[in-house]
């Protein structure tokens, strides 16, 4: 069966624009977490959606928000841009809960100049 | 954020050699997951645990989730170049979210 797909792989925006990113899961998956991937932070959660709410929410500021939909496809959307958003945006999405397995995708990579 | 510490933070091994990382924490976990990561793309699931004491193979990888729930280790059994990568290891409570550990960078001298 088809994976976590990421669109778009690679993205180059301005600072003080707006980004949006979408994740399809795995077929049958209703959970989506997002996370961001730096050199200096390592992995760092952002957010987790399961059946369109919002389950759990990492430290990150306001103007990282997202949403999924009725087909499990989430999208994580960056306002006002920072040269420091810079970084591996991934996905991973499981069958349900607690006690399941997690797949990623490729990951968008963001550069913000 | 993350709470699990990973070491070794590097390692240099000899192709055919076997080698071991671990994952330990302050905190309990229901579930550990260990993954690869190649430059450029997202982590690959190599092994899940989900019982304490539990010990699980995929090839020449080994892993398993210690007693205590607080800790977890990997080996990998005579090391290929291909096993060149980044691994991760990752708890989940029962808030579902997942913590990563800071990875392991792993190169293998031919």
């Known amino acids: 069966k088809a994976g976590v797909t990421q669109t778009p792989r690679y993205l180059i925006k301005t600072r003080g624009q707006q980004v949006t990113l979408s994740c399809s899961p795995i077929?049958?998956?209703?959970?989506v977490s997002w996370y961001q991937q730096t050199p200096g932070q390592g992995l760092q959660f952002l957010f987790e959606?399961?059946?369109?709410?919002?389950?759990n929410k990492g430290n990150f500021p306001g103007r990282f928000s997202g949403r999924q939909f009725s087909n499990s496809r989430s999208e994580m959307n960056v306002s006002t841009l920072e040269l420091g958003d810079s970084a591996l945006y991934l996905c991973?999405?499981?069958?349900?809960?607690?006690?399941?397995?997690?797949?990623f995708g490729q990951g968008t990579r963001l550069t913000v100049v | 954020g993350q709470q699990l510490n990973q070491s070794p933070q590097s390692m240099f091994i000899q192709e055919g050699e076997d080698v071991s990382m671990n994952c330990t924490s302050s905190?309990?976990?229901?579930?550990w997951l260990w993954y690869k990561q190649d430059p450029g793309e997202g982590p690959v699931l190599l092994i899940a645990?989900?019982?304490?004491?539990e010990l699980t193979s995929n090839g020449r990888l080994t892993a398993q989730f210690g007693i205590t729930r607080k800790d977890s280790f990997l080996n990998i059994s005579a090391s290929i170049p291909s096993d060149v990568g980044i691994y991760f290891c990752?708890?989940?409570?029962?808030?579902?979210?997942?913590?990563f550990g800071a990875g392991t960078t792993v190169t293998v001298r031919a």
């Open positions: 991973a999405s499981s069958w349900l809960s607690m006690n399941t397995e997690a797949f």
């Open positions: 077929s049958g998956h209703r959970s």
């Open positions: 959606y399961f059946s369109e709410t919002q389950r």
């Open positions: 905190s309990i976990f229901n579930t």
């Open positions: 645990l989900y019982k304490a004491g």
């Open positions: 990752a708890g989940q409570r029962n808030d579902y979210k997942l913590s």
